[in-house]
């Protein structure tokens, strides 16, 4: 898979866009906190991969606090 290490302009635009109408704490703890609660819900059972889902959320919840603490 090839790895871009740079955004595009557009793309830049339409991250800063998104966080101003979703800053990046409040959108973490949301997703955070709605995790949990499915957790929490259906403790076992799960038809996917939780172990993947887990790794994604953790890598998207360290983005966040990335953009927050440059936005802050």
Same mark, same amino acid.
């Given at each position: 898979?090839?790895? %871009? +290490?740079?955004?595009?302009? +557009? /793309? $830049?635009?339409?991250? !800063? %866009?998104?966080?101003?109408? &979703?800053?990046? &704490?409040?959108?973490?703890? %949301? @997703?955070? *906190?709605?995790?949990?609660?499915? /957790? @929490?819900?259906?403790? =076992?059972?799960? *038809?996917? =991969?939780? %172990? =993947?889902?887990? &790794?994604?959320? *953790? !890598? /998207?919840?360290?983005? @966040?606090?990335? !953009? $927050?603490?440059?936005? &802050?």
């Amino acid at each position: 898979m090839s790895h %871009n +290490k740079t955004l595009s302009k +557009k /793309l $830049q635009g339409e991250v !800063a %866009n998104f966080f101003e109408y &979703a800053p990046p &704490a409040r959108l973490g703890r %949301n @997703l955070r *906190s709605m995790l949990m609660a499915y /957790l @929490l819900a259906c403790e =076992d059972g799960h *038809s996917f =991969d939780m %172990n =993947d889902l887990l &790794a994604d959320l *953790s !890598a /998207l919840f360290e983005l @966040l606090d990335t !953009a $927050q603490d440059e936005l &802050a």
